[in-house]
Nanobody
């Protein structure tokens, strides 16, 4: 069982920056993919960014050039650096990891952290 603990959310003005962290209970080397998702009120959860075992990344079009996903293997933690934040980035952000099991791919979620972009 993998546990994920998120931190770094909060209130920020438009144009500001935040860095979200997701600390895993096990080695992140075991994960085939790590990602950030978000869910705004009344909307479905959507993919923000993912980083895979080979360090390839993908971003939602809405955050390309503003957000960066990265990892620190030594700390078993991955991050989402968010710059030039906009009000439409307001949401609960969740971290997620996929781990290969002999019979399946297991997916784990963090508890979510609120990001509010407002003046």
């Amino acid at each position: 069982q993998v546990q994920l603990v998120e931190s770094g959310g909060g209130l920020v003005q438009p144009g500001g920056s935040l860095r979200l962290s997701c600390a895993a209970s096990g080695s992140i080397f075991s994960f085939i993919q790590m990602g950030w998702y978000r869910q705004a009120p009344g909307k479905q959860r959507e993919l923000v960014a993912v980083i895979r075992r080979g360090d390839s990344t993908n971003y939602a079009d809405s955050v390309k050039g503003r957000f960066t996903i990265s990892r620190d293997n030594g700390k078993n933690t991955f991050y989402l650096q968010m710059n030039s934040l906009k009000p439409e980035d307001t949401a609960v952000y969740y971290c997620n990891v996929d781990q290969r099991d002999p019979l399946a791919i297991l997916s784990y979620w963090g508890q979510g952290t609120q990001v509010t972009v407002s003046s």
